[in-house]
């Protein structure tokens, strides 16, 4: 479904991608893990073609979006839902209406089709009856939920999630990454998460691929990683604070 290859980029002499190369599958959920500042959400905005890269290539269910512009961009962009750092909802839209919010940009539909499709999202995201209410009076995992219930509203391909379980305490993060997964199971999408959060990339991916000075350092399924004997990798899940990557800073 993804496939970056030798992707690079830098601004001006920080170079943040250095030739990256990652496939990731049909139905898979990757979870890209690194410092911050690593690239991490720079690689994100690659793959969504809201950056272009130096040089390399990504290509999107055969799609190189590299080479795409304009109305092509768009429509590709369509395959894609987001849930944002911070849910990042509109203020001043109710509930059904940041749900909405794509269908509304982008389908011809009348509202009680739309109603329909919204009361279908939140209900996938546990949440019922909570249309008319403003993000104002949400709780901050609520929040999160109709961030994911917007994301999925346009039945995508793809999601992307960055930081999902940021913001958010141990329980509701628990509660965030089974809902991941859950939706995962029943969507059937391919999934890319960003993450600092190692009890959440052990539980959500089938596959983790850490970031580092602008490189997959390794990548593997959730055990792999844990078992690692890469000490740059090592130091990361484990928190360390000595180790190579402090040695580097």
Sequence with gaps: MIELIN???????????????LTINDGETVVIIGRSGT??????????????????????????????GGKELNELRLK???LFQGAALFDSLSVR??????????????????DKRVAE???????????????????????????LARAICMDPKIILYDEPTTGVDPIMADAVNDLIKDLQSKLKTTAIAVTHDMISAYKIADRIAMLYKGKIVEAGTPEQIRKTSNPIVKQFITGA???????DS
């Excluded at 940041?98 to 739309?114: G, P, Q, T, W």
């Design 7 to 21: 992707l690079c980029k830098a601004f001006d002499d920080n170079v943040v991608l250095d030739n990256v190369n």
């Design 97 to 114: 209406d940041n749900v909405a919010f794509n269908l509304l940009e982008h389908r011809k539909m009348d509202d009680a089709s739309i």
């Design 121 to 147: 999202c939140l209900s996938l995201v546990g949440l019922k009856g909570i249309e008319g209410l403003r993000p104002s009076e949400l709780s901050g995992g609520m929040r999160k939920r109709v961030g």
């Design 80 to 82: 894609f839902g987001m």
């Design 241 to 247: 604070a000595s180790g190579p990557i402090t040695e």
């Design 39 to 68: 690239g991490k959400s720079v690689m994100l905005k690659h793959i969504i073609g809201l950056m272009r890269p130096d040089s390399g290539q990504v290509i999107i269910d055969g799609q190189d979006v590299t080479r795409l």
